[in-house]
């Protein structure tokens, strides 16, 4: 289930055309959860 998530969000995150295609309600789930500003950071903001 874990592994589940992460990788959906990675589609999310860098293919979400696909993940729209290929499970439009797991997508929709997270731009409900997360928003549309939810993306990748640059990892040195503090």
Known sequence: MTEDFS???????????????????????IKAKFGDNFKLGRGDQK
């Open 7 to 29: 990788n959906n969000v990675e589609y999310f995150l860098f293919e979400p055309q696909v993940l729209h295609r290929k499970t439009p309600k797991v997508y929709d789930w």
